[in-house]
């Protein structure tokens, strides 16, 4: 079965610093998506990036971007130059594609804090 | 991008009564939505993948006739919570794909998310 990792429960960061947050997979698919997902306190999830497994360049959606590393299993998202509205949830998430396993499986998440 | 709304937004319902909360698409069409329940400070976990045209598909450990779920149409699924109990509550979100062949690009849109409270 597949399982989504996210080791770091909270995080917080200084205002126009750097965070990175660590994601592992597991999965014996070949062919799949991982994303971030964002979730603020309106709970509404927003994406942020979406990397597709068999691309090795790793996705870059302004200061958001992500390593990612198909071998060990790892989807890490780095956030440069912090911001007030980047405090959220942020949920890592595995999709697999195709026929009767269509799914998205989400990770515990991790609380991001940005202090001013 | 891509719409999905859910209705209600919040609801308080008595113990024993069922619940109907709605998913709609508002500017595609989507064969295949998902529901999800996410627990105060915990993650989403799948529910069930609703199929339009076919029966939805549940994830292990979910009960098919607490949680009834239909796909009438292109742009609208429902799940119903058949006779609520306070272990219910929760917070119920859905969620999209457009296109009309299922999971093939990674764009998943979800909807606002409805709290179900039940007495």
């Known amino acids: 079965a597949q399982t989504v990792t996210q080791s770091q429960p909270e995080m917080s960061v200084q205002e126009a610093e750097t965070v990175t947050l660590s994601c592992t997979y597991d999965?014996?698919?070949?062919?799949?998506?991982l994303f971030w997902y964002k979730q603020p306190p309106s709970r509404q999830m927003i994406l942020v990036i979406r990397?597709?497994?068999?691309?090795?360049q790793n996705a870059t959606e302004n200061r958001f971007s992500v390593n990612f590393q198909k071998a060990a299993k790892s989807f890490s998202l780095k956030i440069s130059d912090s911001q007030l509205g980047d405090a959220a949830m942020y949920f890592c998430a595995y999709g697999v594609y195709g026929g009767a396993t269509n799914k998205l499986i989400f990770g515990t998440g991790t609380l991001l804090a940005v202090q001013p | 991008g891509a719409v999905v709304s859910q209705h209600p937004s919040w609801v308080i319902c008595k113990s024993g009564t069922s619940v109907k909360i709605e998913c709609r698409s508002l500017?595609?069409?989507?064969?295949?939505m998902f529901w999800y329940r996410q627990f105060p400070k915990q993650s989403l976990m799948l529910m069930a993948t609703?199929?339009?045209?076919?029966?939805?598909?549940?994830e292990q450990g979910v009960e098919k006739d607490k949680f009834l779920i239909n796909h009438a149409s292109l742009t609208l699924s429902t799940l119903t919570v058949t006779s609520a109990h306070p272990e219910d509550s929760s917070f119920y979100i859905c969620s999209a794909e457009p296109g009309l062949a299922g999971f093939n690009t990674g764009e998943l849109f979800f909807g606002e998310g409805s709290r179900l409270t039940v007495l």
């Open positions: 500017d595609f069409q989507a064969t295949t």
């Open positions: 609703s199929n339009e045209g076919s029966k939805a598909t549940y």
């Open positions: 999965t014996s698919e070949s062919d799949y998506y």
């Open positions: 990397q597709e497994a068999y691309k090795q």
